[in-house]
């Protein structure tokens, strides 16, 4: 597989490590259309556009959330921050 097709966050995201048991197509899906889609497929994708934003993404934001990410950080912005780790920037809470 081509690794640059593959989203760098994929380490520590709850989505691409299948935490929707109870859906595994949906899982596969958000993989191909976003994961395992290239530069262009995580610049779609809601959770790594709030990691870009905010640092980290919190486990209940979908790839596919109708919410901005704007909104979606604003709404992050009260909590507080974790300390930065190099390469975890998808999650704070797993
Ligand atoms: S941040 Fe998005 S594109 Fe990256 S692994 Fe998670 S769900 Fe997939």
Redesign the pocket.
């Known amino acids: 597989m081509n690794t640059e097709k593959i989203?760098?966050?994929?380490s520590r995201?709850p989505?691409?490590s299948g935490v929707l048991q109870s859906n595994e197509m949906l899982t596969r899906t958000?993989?191909s259309l976003?994961?395992e889609n290239g530069a262009e497929?995580?610049a779609k994708?809601?959770?790594?556009q709030v990691?870009e934003i905010m640092g980290f993404?919190p486990p209940n934001i979908l790839?596919n959330s109708t919410r901005s990410a704007q909104d979606i950080a604003a709404g992050l912005k009260h909590l507080p921050q974790p300390a930065a780790q190099p390469g975890m920037s998808?999650s704070r809470s797993y």
């Open positions: 989203c760098e966050k994929t995201c989505i691409y958000y993989k976003f994961c497929g995580r994708c809601r959770r790594y990691a993404c790839p998808c």
